[in-house]
């Protein structure tokens, strides 16, 4: 495994009772580079959410390891899982804003979870601002649109300044103007500020943003390969 | 915990109805508090007002209101105890008064030797408070009414078929048995009770100063082997035990109260898990998010605080003129300040148990769940 910064090695992952057992993913290896944007995708049922659940901490392997932030997953507590999880930003095709919160506060909670919310204040503020909602800080989820709901998503991942992003169709619920504004804040996550981005997602234009696309069928990585054209397709895509 | 505080003010009309249960059930156990506190004074009430050290009874009398007739000199031959300083008598027994209209009711007469107590009701003429009125009986003044005993004083009345004149009124005598208490002297009321004048009902036995209790209860018991001999405390305990438990009145106050508690806790528990459950994808998100155990917890916990501590004050708050009201029909109920003040950890009891199902819930949900859509 060349890089444990983002790693599964060996995975596999079965669900359901014993008789009726479904495998989700068979024998997974893959490692994620830091500054790349990563497309996951495949058919349904093909196991990315699944593999999304395991970076993620939120999922243990029947077989194999995963390593996260250097750290094999399988290792570790309980309470550092907890711990690591509060490392990786996460971003859900539901946005999973709280419904009370306004704005401002639904980013703040990372900080409150984190514990260190005196710090986050303003933080919190310019990511929000950065991300066009400046005028939208004290409205809650229900009085923003979906690519405004998803740009909130996207400020909590990135309050406690995550080295790893991990997005499971993101845009899946956003229109087209919408869903293009997010591939590029996510796209420029991974370029500019060297995050391990890794998107899920079974949306095409997405190729035209991801440094590398994964492809997943039956549990198993059927094609891996990176998109060496990629900044010239971008290009090209977004003046169409 | 903003967020526990938001989701309160966001979800209005379920921690309505969560403050409304910790309400009703502060209400219920406030008001249901309060009967059972004053059916223990009024119980002892009468033993309470004495300032005997100790009583002597007849052998089996369960408390005051329910007497064993015991030997008259008992009272001389208690003097023979080493330690014994003062002795009195006091009597009681249920007899017919006749009202001022001629209509009659049951009473509890009580007749009482002066050394009962300073503060024991007694019939003094009202020029000179060391001499007793002939004939002259106090009622209550919560049975002015039930006794039509509401014109000027003194009032011609008939006890027990004997002429009597009520002179006066006390109060804070309210009886629990439904019937009035009427105090006169020792010898008016047993007269007026027909007991034989070899008999007594109680003895009241005060100590020479120095004296052990311990060793003055054991000289008297040697010496009344036929009779029960308490201090005054124990006599009051067994009394209030004799009526709580005994008579099942008490355990049907008691039952009320811890009715108010369950069906506070069994309001709150279905509103707390009913928001829990709807907000469960919020749980999984914050699990996901990094959020302890601990942390999940406190969000629901502190809501329900939160609603208890509103409903718990709210109820406290209506529970004072409901309480008032019952007072017209109840008057010996009391409502001591520290009581309202129990219902807070009460109704925080009630809240914290509320929310153990929602965070068993909340903490078994899997944070995976959040890449579902």
Redesign the interface.
């Given at each position: 495994m060349p890089d444990k910064k983002l790693a599964v090695a060996g995975v596999s992952v079965s669900f359901g009772p014993t008789r009726a057992r479904v495998r989700a993913l068979s024998d997974v290896s893959i490692s994620f580079t830091p500054g790349e944007l990563t497309l996951v995708t495949g058919p349904s049922g093909s196991g990315k959410t699944t593999l999304l659940s395991l970076l993620g901490c939120l999922l243990t392997p029947d077989e194999g390891k995963v390593y996260v932030n250097g750290s094999e997953v399988s290792r570790v507590s309980g309470r550092e899982q907890t711990r690591l999880r509060g490392h990786i930003g996460y971003i859900f095709q539901a946005f999973r804003l709280f419904h009370s919160l306004p704005a401002l506060e639904n980013v703040m909670i990372a900080a409150d979870i984190a514990g260190g919310r005196s710090h986050c204040a303003e933080r919190a503020r310019r990511l929000l601002v950065d991300l066009g909602l400046g005028d939208k800080l004290r409205l809650k989820p229900d009085e923003l649109s979906g690519g405004e709901k998803q740009r909130v998503a996207i400020a909590r991942a990135l309050l406690s300044e995550p080295g790893i992003v991990l997005a499971d169709e993101p845009t899946a619920s956003l229109d087209f103007q919408a869903g293009q504004q997010i591939r590029e804040i996510l796209r420029n996550l991974a370029s500019e500020q060297s995050r391990t981005v890794v998107v899920v997602s079974h949306d095409d234009r997405w190729k035209h943003y991801a440094h590398r696309t994964v492809v997943l069928e039956d549990g198993c990585i059927v094609d891996d390969r990176r998109n060496t054209t990629c900044e010239r397709t971008l290009s090209a895509y977004s003046s169409a | 915990m903003?967020?526990a505080f938001?989701?309160i003010?966001?979800?209005r009309i379920r921690v309505l109805v969560t403050v409304l249960g910790i309400t009703c059930a502060t209400m219920l156990m406030l008001v249901q508090g309060s009967i059972l506190l004053g059916f223990l004074g009024a119980a002892s009430k009468i033993i309470d007002t004495t300032d005997a050290d100790i009583w002597i009874a007849g052998r089996g009398a369960p408390c005051f209101e329910f007497p064993v007739s015991l030997e008259r000199r008992f009272a001389e031959l208690a003097h023979s105890v080493p330690g014994v300083g003062e002795t009195s008598r006091i009597l009681t027994r249920i007899v017919p008064f006749r009202k001022p209209d001629g209509d009659q009711q049951l009473v509890t007469l009580i007749g009482a030797d002066r050394g009962v107590g300073k503060r024991f009701p007694m019939p003094v003429v009202s020029l000179n408070a060391s001499a007793i009125e002939p004939e002259g009986v106090l009622i209550d003044e919560s049975s002015r009414r039930i006794l039509n005993a509401s014109g000027k004083l003194p009032l011609p009345v008939e006890l027990n078929e004997r002429r009597a004149n009520v002179i006066g009124e006390t109060s804070g005598f309210s009886s629990f048995l439904g019937t009035p208490y009427v105090f006169t002297s020792y010898q008016d009321g047993a007269r007026y009770s027909g007991l034989g004048p070899e008999e007594t009902m109680f003895i009241l036995v005060r100590m020479q100063a120095r004296a052990k209790i311990e060793e003055v209860v054991q000289g008297l018991k040697d010496r009344f082997p036929s009779a029960d001999v308490w201090t005054r405390e124990e006599f009051s305990h067994k009394a209030q035990i004799y009526w709580t438990s005994q008579t099942g009145a008490g355990g049907a106050i008691l039952t009320a109260a811890l009715l108010g508690f369950f069906i506070g806790l069994a309001v709150v528990s279905q509103a707390v898990y009913a928001t829990t459950m709807e907000?469960i994808?919020?749980f999984a998100?914050?699990?996901?998010?990094?959020?302890?155990n601990w942390?999940v917890m406190r969000v629901i916990v502190a809501q329900a605080v939160a609603c208890g501590i509103a409903g718990c004050l709210l109820g406290i708050l209506i529970s004072a003129p409901v309480i008032q009201q019952v007072k017209s029909v109840i008057p010996w109920l009391v409502t001591p300040p520290w009581l309202p003040v129990a219902m807070l950890p009460l109704a925080l009891t009630i809240c914290t148990l509320a929310s153990i199902i929602s965070v068993r819930a909340a903490l078994a949900v899997?944070?995976?769940r959040?890449?579902?859509?």
């Amino acid at each position: 495994m060349p890089d444990k910064k983002l790693a599964v090695a060996g995975v596999s992952v079965s669900f359901g009772p014993t008789r009726a057992r479904v495998r989700a993913l068979s024998d997974v290896s893959i490692s994620f580079t830091p500054g790349e944007l990563t497309l996951v995708t495949g058919p349904s049922g093909s196991g990315k959410t699944t593999l999304l659940s395991l970076l993620g901490c939120l999922l243990t392997p029947d077989e194999g390891k995963v390593y996260v932030n250097g750290s094999e997953v399988s290792r570790v507590s309980g309470r550092e899982q907890t711990r690591l999880r509060g490392h990786i930003g996460y971003i859900f095709q539901a946005f999973r804003l709280f419904h009370s919160l306004p704005a401002l506060e639904n980013v703040m909670i990372a900080a409150d979870i984190a514990g260190g919310r005196s710090h986050c204040a303003e933080r919190a503020r310019r990511l929000l601002v950065d991300l066009g909602l400046g005028d939208k800080l004290r409205l809650k989820p229900d009085e923003l649109s979906g690519g405004e709901k998803q740009r909130v998503a996207i400020a909590r991942a990135l309050l406690s300044e995550p080295g790893i992003v991990l997005a499971d169709e993101p845009t899946a619920s956003l229109d087209f103007q919408a869903g293009q504004q997010i591939r590029e804040i996510l796209r420029n996550l991974a370029s500019e500020q060297s995050r391990t981005v890794v998107v899920v997602s079974h949306d095409d234009r997405w190729k035209h943003y991801a440094h590398r696309t994964v492809v997943l069928e039956d549990g198993c990585i059927v094609d891996d390969r990176r998109n060496t054209t990629c900044e010239r397709t971008l290009s090209a895509y977004s003046s169409a | 915990m903003r967020l526990a505080f938001h989701n309160i003010g966001h979800e209005r009309i379920r921690v309505l109805v969560t403050v409304l249960g910790i309400t009703c059930a502060t209400m219920l156990m406030l008001v249901q508090g309060s009967i059972l506190l004053g059916f223990l004074g009024a119980a002892s009430k009468i033993i309470d007002t004495t300032d005997a050290d100790i009583w002597i009874a007849g052998r089996g009398a369960p408390c005051f209101e329910f007497p064993v007739s015991l030997e008259r000199r008992f009272a001389e031959l208690a003097h023979s105890v080493p330690g014994v300083g003062e002795t009195s008598r006091i009597l009681t027994r249920i007899v017919p008064f006749r009202k001022p209209d001629g209509d009659q009711q049951l009473v509890t007469l009580i007749g009482a030797d002066r050394g009962v107590g300073k503060r024991f009701p007694m019939p003094v003429v009202s020029l000179n408070a060391s001499a007793i009125e002939p004939e002259g009986v106090l009622i209550d003044e919560s049975s002015r009414r039930i006794l039509n005993a509401s014109g000027k004083l003194p009032l011609p009345v008939e006890l027990n078929e004997r002429r009597a004149n009520v002179i006066g009124e006390t109060s804070g005598f309210s009886s629990f048995l439904g019937t009035p208490y009427v105090f006169t002297s020792y010898q008016d009321g047993a007269r007026y009770s027909g007991l034989g004048p070899e008999e007594t009902m109680f003895i009241l036995v005060r100590m020479q100063a120095r004296a052990k209790i311990e060793e003055v209860v054991q000289g008297l018991k040697d010496r009344f082997p036929s009779a029960d001999v308490w201090t005054r405390e124990e006599f009051s305990h067994k009394a209030q035990i004799y009526w709580t438990s005994q008579t099942g009145a008490g355990g049907a106050i008691l039952t009320a109260a811890l009715l108010g508690f369950f069906i506070g806790l069994a309001v709150v528990s279905q509103a707390v898990y009913a928001t829990t459950m709807e907000n469960i994808e919020e749980f999984a998100t914050l699990k996901a998010l990094g959020a302890s155990n601990w942390f999940v917890m406190r969000v629901i916990v502190a809501q329900a605080v939160a609603c208890g501590i509103a409903g718990c004050l709210l109820g406290i708050l209506i529970s004072a003129p409901v309480i008032q009201q019952v007072k017209s029909v109840i008057p010996w109920l009391v409502t001591p300040p520290w009581l309202p003040v129990a219902m807070l950890p009460l109704a925080l009891t009630i809240c914290t148990l509320a929310s153990i199902i929602s965070v068993r819930a909340a903490l078994a949900v899997e944070p995976a769940r959040v890449f579902r859509a």
